[in-house]
């Protein structure tokens, strides 16, 4: 059976849509016991029978049944209401979160059960400061007391602009659902702003903050990366060896070594093709395919996009990829069938329905979502499973990925504290410096088609891929044409026919110069030719720049730097030995000499001084090459 079908026969899991949906999105006019009663989250069991887990009065809510993603642990799926603050307090925070989580504020959709546990963590740490300063309810919050929790935020705890904004959140919700509240703030808590320029994380005109504007997650370096890379390619090359020793009871199945081969196909996926880790962590049995496309063979990664709620995609993947994917497959199989007994046992013990089946059934829902998951791995402070061998399965958990990844880090014999979300940094990075790039011309044409495919064609052309990637690769090459142009714009000597005029044009004082490059990198391209950088839009040579280099040197769209200048060296030292060829016929001398004035020009410019050629006079040298 394929993937695709495999996937859609899987049996159905239970869940409690019903009675949740059934519940009013609004709380204005309910009384106090009509809104306590509200059910908030609910469990199906076998039937489809749903029971209440938790409800609008309760200190704690209990969203398990909510979550979507895998890898978010269960402590961090459970809101704990602050039972340290005014009643009032809590009880409109709960009323304006209960209203965003039901109905969103447009234009976005309703938020998820992850970002509903993660507001309430944060306007925790606002209603406690609240409650310090004597605030009993929120009609009673004023803007001096915004100014000062402010300035707490930013100058006593020195949080970054995004903390800022996650703490003040809470007052921007309080605003939004005031008709939900039973003491609604006395006017909009940021004046004339908005909570975005406020917290610091935009400009006053509309646009991200400087700060927002850079990437903050560092790219792996290239030595690290490689020592990182090498060292799971030989994890798998030997993990058939080390699986067949478990299959015949030598090794046991939660081995430190078996456990390298799981990190290893983890780290081998993510950096392979950028996936975010929900997504690596969402993969399921056989969720891979290859197909063949007029004669050319692409392989595809399949998971569940739930960040942006794309849903079912696919991610362009290298056949190493997939073969690191079957392996780890293997090493899963023991545990998926552990966990298969397990759902088994919950479900004999969920009909049985005890005096509380709640629980038993939040843990049959979890296993059913598990079942077929590929990074999987033993729960110690999960529970019991019943199998006696200590824990239970579960998919790992972004924290879990985390150190996977760092042990990876430190037994391939470097430091670096490797996390998930590098990986798709440096898959984003990687790609980009391929396409901007010093690598070989000719590889540059065949893998990213610049003439007539690029990689945006390529995923356009399946309806499943991960539109995501394309602004992460957009900002990418921005950033790397704004870093090439502001070189250009130093001291730094430069070629070529338009980087004579650029060199003209440093004169000329700019007032901005950040926002002229940043314009400017949205307007132009840069490509390079392995020899220059060009600047054409529509025409140009025709590509013949390519392959004879000094087309370059006079050319209005050719900018030669100082990172050509080995590049010109090795022309100038090509062409002086064609001139030392005697038997070559005067066509060729004519030639080499022309090649040689012009590659000698370009290095005088560049600041290299250029090898002495006999025969050739100096004003052949000079004026002749103009």
């Known amino acids: 059976m394929g993937a695709r079908e495999s996937q859609q026969a899987a049996p159905r899991i239970p869940v409690a849509y019903e009675l949740v949906g059934a519940q009013p999105v609004s709380l204005v006019g309910l009384s106090d016991r009509d809104r306590a009663s509200i059910v908030v989250a609910a469990v199906a069991d076998h039937n489809g029978t749903e029971h209440v887990v938790s409800r609008f009065g309760d200190t704690r ?56 546990c993660s507001a309430v963590r944060d306007g925790s740490r606002t209603l406690r ?139 081998l996926l993510s950096i392979s093709t950028g996936m975010r880790n929900s997504e690596a962590t969402g993969l399921e049995n056989d969720s891979w395919r290859t197909e063949k496309v007029k004669g050319v063979t692409y392989h595809w ?38 966990l298969a007994r397990e759902i088994n046992r919950r479900r004999l013990e969920a009909e049985v329905e005890g005096p509380d089946p709640r629980e038993c059934l939040q843990r049959l829902y979890r296993a ?79 893998q990213l088609k610049h003439t007539s495919m690029s990689m945006t064609q390529l995923y356009a052309a399946n309806p499943l891929q991960d539109a995501g990637l394309y602004g992460e690769f957009i900002d990418e090459m921005s950033c790397l044409k704004v870093e090439i142009m502001e070189s250009w714009l130093s001291d730094a000597p430069l070629s070529g026919g338009a980087g004579r005029k650029i060199t003209e044009l440093r004169a000329i004082p700019i007032a901005d110069r950040a926002l002229l490059l940043k314009h400017t990198a949205d307007s132009i391209h840069i490509r390079p030719t392995g020899h220059a950088w060009c600047l054409a839009q529509e025409r140009g040579c025709g590509g013949a720049g390519l392959y004879e280099a000094t087309r370059c040197v006079d050319c209005k769209s050719g900018v030669i730097d100082e990172s050509f200048a080995s590049v010109w060296q090795g022309i100038h030292a090509q062409q002086l030995e064609l001139l030392d060829l005697d038997d070559a016929g005067p066509a060729v001398q004519q030639r080499a000499q022309r090649e040689v004035r012009l590659s000698r020009r370009v290095l005088e410019e560049l600041g290299v001084t250029p090898m002495p050629v006999d025969g050739l006079s100096s004003l052949e040298m000079g004026e002749g090459a103009r």
């Open 61 to 116: 809510w209990d969203l398990r049944s909510l979550f979507k993603l895998d890898n978010v642990p269960e402590s961090r799926q459970v809101v704990i209401w602050p039972e340290d603050c005014p009643a009032a307090l809590v009880d409109d925070f709960k009323a304006v979160l209960y209203a965003w989580f039901k109905r969103g504020r447009p234009p976005w959709k309703p938020p998820g059960a992850r970002s509903l």
């Open 129 to 267: 400061w609240l409650a310090g300063m004597g605030l009993k309810r929120f009609d009673q919050i004023r803007p001096i007391h915004i100014s000062n929790y402010l300035h707490f935020c930013k100058e006593d705890l020195r949080l970054k602009p995004t903390a800022v904004y996650n703490r003040l959140a809470l007052l921007d919700l309080l605003w939004a659902f005031r008709v939900d509240t039973k003491y609604a703030m006395p006017e909009y808590p940021w004046g004339e702003l908005n909570l975005g320029v406020v917290a610091g994380r935009m400009e006053v005109r509309g646009k991200p903050a400087a700060t927002e504007r850079t990437g903050k997650t560092p790219v792996i370096p290239p030595t690290v990366q490689s020592a990182i890379f090498n060292y799971c390619e030989r994890v798998i090359g030997e993990a058939d060896a080390l699986l067949d020793a478990r299959d015949a009871g030598k090794i046991a199945p939660l081995d430190d070594a078996l456990l390298r081969i799981r990190d290893a196909g983890l780290y």
């Open 301 to 338: 990664v399949r998971t569940v996009e739930q960040k942006t709620g794309k849903g079912l995609v696919e991610y362009l993947a290298p056949p190493e990829t997939l073969n690191a994917l079957r392996i780890v497959q293997r090493y899963a199989k023991p545990l998926q069938e552990r």
């Open 368 to 446: 059913r979502k598990s079942a077929k998951k590929l990074f999987i791995g033993a729960n110690v402070h999960g529970g019991d499973d019943g199998s006696g061998a200590g824990g239970r399965i579960d998919v790992l958990t972004e924290m879990g990925c985390g150190l996977a990844l760092d042990r990876l880090a430190r037994a391939a014999g470097t430091n670096w504290n490797l996390t998930s979300h590098q990986c798709r940094r440096t898959y984003a990075r990687m790609f980009v410096e391929s396409k901007m790039g010093r690598v070989s011309l000719i590889f540059l044409k065949w």
